[in-house]
């Protein structure tokens, strides 16, 4: 499904292999083709797992993963380097929200792992008072989310772009859905 829509959703329930089908989406979108480079974000807690099973899965990948250590200040130029200038088949990162320099990555696919970290996108509505609406005013992580698939849509000239998964994807209200679908 992903190969074919170019992303989606994967809303597997927690532990159903969402990671290991990102690791091969990611991989075989490079290979066909589909994908110059793609890019999987992840949470602090688990971007180490995401990498160890995309290395487990395609042992001779070009999988540029840096550390904790890594991404530093002093260090963090160096890295943007390494993804601009070189050809990965993979690119796994912490979730950053240096827009610029997205834009000069090169990325243009993006995966999004643990993707209702990032639902809390702005919104406008006249509706003051329903029950689950959330914040219309949102979070700069989510708006940043926003400005790097749009950055990825407009390189492609495709709608998709990008690929998020979670095991709760839409938990709360309609506006979740609301705003997968404007990413």
């Known amino acids: 499904m992903l190969k074919m829509n170019g992303g989606g959703i994967i809303d597997h329930e927690v532990g159903t292999g969402k990671t290991l089908i990102m690791c091969i989406a990611a991989f075989e979108?490079?290979?066909?083709?589909m994908a110059n480079k793609p890019m999987i974000i992840g949470l602090k807690s688990n971007v180490h797992d995401i990498a160890d099973t995309f290395k487990?899965?395609?042992?001779?990948?070009?999988?540029?993963?840096?550390?904790?250590?890594d991404f530093t200040p002093e260090k963090r130029v160096g890295i943007f380097h390494d993804i601009k200038n070189n050809n990965w088949d993979c690119i796994c990162l912490l979730y950053t929200s240096d827009v610029t320099d997205f834009r000069q990555m090169g990325i243009d696919h993006?995966?999004?792992?643990?993707?209702?970290?990032?639902?809390?996108?702005m919104f406008n509505t006249r509706h003051a008072r329903v029950s689950g609406l959330g914040n219309p005013e949102g979070s700069m992580k989510a708006m940043n989310m926003l400005f790097a698939i749009r950055t990825i849509q407009e390189r492609t000239g495709r709608d998709l772009?990008?690929?998020?998964?979670?095991?709760t994807t839409i938990s709360n209200s309609l506006t979740e859905l609301y705003l997968l679908f404007k990413y």
């Not at 772009?161 to 095991?167: D, I, M, Q």
């Open 29 to 33: 979108m490079k290979r066909l083709g």
């Open 56 to 69: 487990k899965a395609y042992p001779n990948a070009k999988v540029l993963y840096p550390g904790k250590e």
């Open 110 to 121: 993006l995966f999004v792992d643990e993707s209702h970290a990032f639902k809390n996108l």
């Open 161 to 167: 772009g990008a690929t998020f998964l979670s095991g």
